[in-house]
């Protein structure tokens, strides 16, 4: 409703809300009391207004009708994953994410039961292989509408420093499996992990810009045989409407890029809560983290959101940790009313505007990317790598600091909680191991060394 419908208030310029600001200050400096920088460098302001959003379009955020529930199933035997697979969609899942780590898991035991043409359905292999897909594709129905095969030797090359079997061998075979793929309209092959980026700890422009590279090698490669856009899988941070932003600047971006290669400008999000910031101490705080960072990914408009067990970090998976995470989801979506309003964030001067600026900001370090030769050569040149370690740097000096709080480990920590002995997974990120062709980006976590030591001295 315009102000010339509401005669009893005249309209108030964001000049005017400033200097009302500035006189309820009375005397302090507007801009170092109220004005804070984000992480990304972003000035962010007290108030915004229609006038911060000058020059820009309203936003209108496209996506599949609705969210999905997923349930990530580890694959290490097929019969095992079914059974699990067969659990989450009984309790409430709507689509399921299979993490297959050897080819002797048999696509037809695995999918043994479930109804392909209505489930969505997400595949990442631990190995690259044409026969393999081909299994795989003959217990898929060609048409149906998710299901995403997330093939990403350039994202292997990212996290682990080595491709499958070589460049020239990793990129042959992902040129013949698409090839091979072209005529099944409802499967999407190729997926970009954005994971690795944001738990290493790049900020978000960084994420969203290697994110965009990652995708442009594939398409400056496979320009032609391409007809569905890479599956984004993007890690949630902590800072709730940053991470809205996040999400739907990830859309903007790949519609940008997307029409200079005639590929549809909507693109499928698979959103998971980052490890980051998750902890071992006061392990039930995962459960709220989780829990507003599925918000965000949401209210960004994701189209699958995977929950993420609270213990998974000390613990092998369990049926109870896996269920309370689907039931974060089941409550947001069916109790909360998550899934009633679309895109209920558009109109927000204070996201779009931030929306507005990562964007730009993302755009900008792409194009400077591939003025640099593009993605794999930043990659190999350890030019990425080095611009993540200093950004990482930064946030876990702040955490040092007490600056960046995770509550129960340098904020308000339990001091009779203990976990030696309880661990049973490995939470703490690796030192240099195997030789790799490239430095790879190691995920860490930013309560690691706390806990270590904390561990120690127990």
Request: net charge negative.
């Amino acid at each position: 409703m315009g102000n010339d419908e509401w005669p009893g208030f005249a309209p108030v310029s964001a000049k005017q809300w400033k200097q009302q600001i500035q006189y309820e200050l009375s005397g302090a400096d507007y801009n170092e009391s109220l004005v804070w920088e984000s992480p990304e460098g972003l000035q962010v302001k007290p108030f915004y207004s229609e006038e911060d959003l000058s020059g820009h379009e309203p936003l209108i955020m496209n996506r599949r009708a609705g969210w999905r529930i997923a349930e990530t199933v580890e694959a290490d035997t097929a019969e095992k994953a079914n059974r699990q697979a067969r659990m989450a969609l009984e309790g409430g899942a709507e689509a399921l994410v299979f993490h297959i780590s050897r080819e002797g898991v048999s696509p037809v035991s695995l999918l043994q039961g479930i109804d392909t043409e209505q489930i969505e359905l997400h595949f990442r292999c631990d190995f690259l292989s044409l026969s393999y897909v081909q299994s795989l594709r003959m217990q898929l129905p060609g048409e149906a509408a998710g299901t995403f095969l997330h093939l990403d030797p350039i994202g292997k090359l990212a996290q682990t420093g080595t491709w499958y079997g070589g460049r020239k061998r990793d990129l042959e075979t992902l040129g013949y499996m698409l090839q091979a793929l072209q005529p099944f309209s409802g499967i999407h092959p190729l997926g970009v992990d954005g994971r690795p980026y944001q738990e290493a700890g790049a900020n978000r422009i960084q994420e969203l810009a290697y994110c965009l590279s990652h995708a442009h090698e594939y398409l400056h490669l496979f320009a032609g045989v391409l007809q569905h856009p890479p599956v984004f899988t993007l890690a949630i941070g902590a800072d709730y409407f940053f991470e809205i932003a996040k999400f739907r600047a990830m859309r903007l971006l790949w519609a940008s890029l997307a029409t200079e290669y005639d590929l549809p400008p909507e693109c499928s999000i698979l959103a998971v809560p980052s490890l980051r910031n998750k902890t071992i101490y006061d392990y039930n705080n995962n459960m709220l983290r989780a829990t507003s960072e599925c918000m965000s990914a949401i209210l960004g408009t994701a189209d699958t959101v995977a929950g993420l067990p609270y213990d998974n970090l000390y613990k092998n998976p369990n049926d109870f940790s896996m269920r309370m995470a689907r039931n974060q989801l089941l409550i947001l979506k069916h109790e909360a009313g998550f899934n009633s309003v679309a895109n209920p964030s558009d109109g927000s001067y204070y996201i779009e505007t931030i929306t507005h600026q990562l964007a730009e900001r993302a755009l900008a370090l792409f194009k400077q990317l591939e003025a640099g030769g593009g993605f794999l050569k930043q990659l190999q040149s350890h030019n990425i790598q080095k611009k993540v370690r200093e950004s990482a740097s930064r946030d876990q000096r702040l955490f040092d600091e007490g600056k960046q709080p995770l509550l129960g480990i340098n904020s308000q920590p339990d001091p009779a909680a203990h976990m030696k002995g309880e661990v049973e997974g490995l939470p703490f990120a690796k030192g240099k191991g195997q030789k790799t062709e490239i430095e790879p980006l190691v995920r860490k976590r930013l309560a690691g060394k706390a806990e270590q030591n904390r561990l120690a001295d127990e």
